[in-house]
Antibody, heavy 122, light 108 residues
Framework: QVQLVQSGAEVKEPGASVKVSCKAS????????MHWVRQAPGQGLEWMGI????????NYAQKLQGRVTMTRDTSTSIVYMELSSLRSDDTAVYFC???????????????WGQGTVVTVSS | EMVMTQSPATLSVSPGERATLSCRAS??????LAWYQQKPGQAPRLLIY???TRATGIPARFSGSGSGTEFTLTISSLQSEDFAVYYC???????????FGQGTKVEI
């Protein structure tokens, strides 16, 4: 079955970087765009960006431009999200999510990773 | 920028009752609207896409309707496992800024 398995929780100091992984299985990795969404404690869902595993093209939320980088490794079916210059308001659960229709950059998020808690604290 | 507004913020319902949740888009999104359910400590779960199509494995008590700017999620007879937060998401606009509503909490 389709599965997205994310890396474990991270605790980082302000100014540091964090890299979260999302391993896909159960489908052809390069056929589906992957998005990243985050959720601060007690808050709603915030779209962060998208990566096309077939080619590596990306598009990021304007507020994160310059701090976020999404990459992929097609040999292992893993996508990565790296966030730099961390601040306390980056404390959140980070999710990867696969779009429902193949080869389309936008759509409903059919499958989600389990989430990775990132805590930014000195 | 697109703004998705959900109402009410909190809905208090008894088991077995009907729940009606609303989502309004600041501009037309056609039928490109999804609904998600999220329970504490879990990832969101896709319920409805295309405004009215149930995702795989979603019970028939969940139904979606609407198009353009006004959308509704109806839970016909609330079960104990339905108490959660529900989010709407538009996917008509690119890039997807302002893609999610702020959520409606359905509580007992």
């Amino acid at each position: 079955q389709v599965q997205l398995v994310q890396s474990g929780a991270e605790v980082k100091e302000p100014g540091a970087s964090v890299k979260v992984s999302c391993k896909a299985s159960g489908y052809t990795f390069t056929n589906y765009y992957m998005h990243w969404v985050r959720q601060a404690p007690g808050q709603g869902l915030e779209w962060m960006g998208i990566i096309n595993p077939d080619g590596g093209g990306t598009n990021y939320a304007q507020k994160l431009q310059g701090r976020v980088t999404m990459t992929r490794d097609t040999s292992t079916s893993i996508v990565y999200m790296e966030l730099s210059s961390l601040r306390s308001d980056d404390t959140a659960v980070y999710f990867c999510a696969r779009v429902l229709p193949p080869k389309q950059r936008t759509g409903a998020f059919e499958t989600w990773g389990q989430g990775t808690v990132v805590t930014v604290s000195s | 920028e697109m703004v998705m507004t959900q109402s009410p913020a909190t809905l208090s319902v008894s088991p077995g009752e009907r729940a009606t949740l609303s989502c309004r888009a600041s501009q037309s999104v056609g039928s490109s609207l999804a609904w998600y359910q999220q329970k504490p400590g879990q990832a969101p779960r896709l319920l409805i896409y295309g405004a009215s199509t149930r995702a795989t494995g979603i019970p028939a008590r969940f139904s979606g309707s609407g198009s353009g700017t006004e959308f509704t999620l109806t839970i016909s007879s609330l079960q104990s496992e339905d108490f959660a937060v529900y989010y709407c998401q538009q996917y008509n606009n690119w890039p997807p800024r302002g893609t999610f509503g702020q959520g409606t909490k359905v509580e007992i």
